[in-house]
């Protein structure tokens, strides 16, 4: 995803690959972001990590934050060293831990497909308008309603004493700390996000940011031109040349000669911009 990428500062939209370190937030990695191109730049980020966890989170710079809820409805793909024979009240190596002694020995069974999940009461998920984790943390009870995840793909990659390390590839919402607490008395010891749809952790790079439309180029673009291009950039519904093919409800980039102009819905044989960008 580098290939179009610029050089800050003087780039007013995008979305930077950043590969967080440890014991910093998401929001501590967006408040940098904000103070290095100005206080008045629009700057967010489409999936919090953990503070323990490291990897990439995608930093969205100006119009980008349009499309947050684009970006973090991406699968996520993941590298999890879990300890066995313990267990964390938070699922990680930051929370109380309780030696148990009991390790499994042999293959595990690595559960894949839809499944069902409750998100960790040490998670971001809102309750009554807080966040969970700030509920636990002050001695609540928090018991969060189970979700249905996908797990595309659970794979051992090395085993050492009661270590193992996992690579996972997940749906959106997939809680990796849940995963591998249901595996048995286990606990994330680390936690690293590789991939998020077509990013790669590897392509990260603070200094650069991927421009708008290459960032958006995994939806299927609708290239415009002239009376379309103008309607669609001033958010009114265009004939779709891919009509009656275009999928039900599939999101379309609109694009012409000068990048991307909208992210639209297919809607009775035409796209209706529900985001729009030159405005």
Do not use: W
Not at 34 to 43: C, F, H, S
Not at 55 to 63: A, I, Y
Not at 155 to 161: K, Q, V
Request: aromatic residues 6%; hydrophobic residues 40%.
């Amino acid at each position: 995803m580098s290939g179009g990428a610029r050089r800050l500062p003087g780039v007013s939209d995008g979305v930077i690959l950043f590969d967080k370190p440890a014991g910093a937030t998401s929001h501590d990695v967006v408040a940098q972001t904000r103070r290095r191109l100005g206080k008045g730049t629009k700057v967010g980020h489409a999936g919090t990590l953990d503070p323990f966890a490291t990897g990439l989170l995608l930093v969205l710079v100006g119009r980008a934050t349009r499309v947050q809820r684009f970006l973090m409805a991406l699968p996520k793909s993941y590298e999890t060293v879990a300890r066995f024979g313990a267990t964390s009240t938070t699922g990680d190596s930051d929370g109380e831990i309780a030696e148990t002694g009991r390790v499994p020995h042999g293959d595990l069974t690595l559960p894949t497909g839809t499944i069902r999940q409750r998100p960790p009461a040490y998670s971001a998920v809102r309750v009554g308008g807080m966040r969970a984790y700030k509920l636990a943390r002050r001695g609540e009870d928090v018991e969060l309603p189970e979700r249905e995840v996908t797990v595309h793909a659970f794979d051992e990659l090395a085993r050492e004493g009661d270590r193992r390390t996992f690579a996972i590839r997940c749906s959106a919402g997939t809680y990796v700390r849940s995963l591998v607490a249901d595996l048995g008395d286990a606990y994330c010891e680390q936690l690293r996000r590789t991939a998020i749809g077509p990013f790669d952790v590897r392509d990260a790079d603070p200094e650069r940011i991927v421009p708008l439309n290459d960032a958006l180029a995994f939806l299927p673009e609708a290239r415009l031109a002239g009376d379309d291009a103008r309607r669609a950039a001033h958010g009114v519904a265009v004939d779709d040349p891919a009509a009656p093919a275009r999928a039900p409800g599939e999101t379309v980039r609109l694009t012409d000669a000068d990048g991307v102009i909208a992210i639209a819905e297919p809607r009775d044989g035409r796209l209706k911009p529900i985001v729009g960008f030159r405005g």
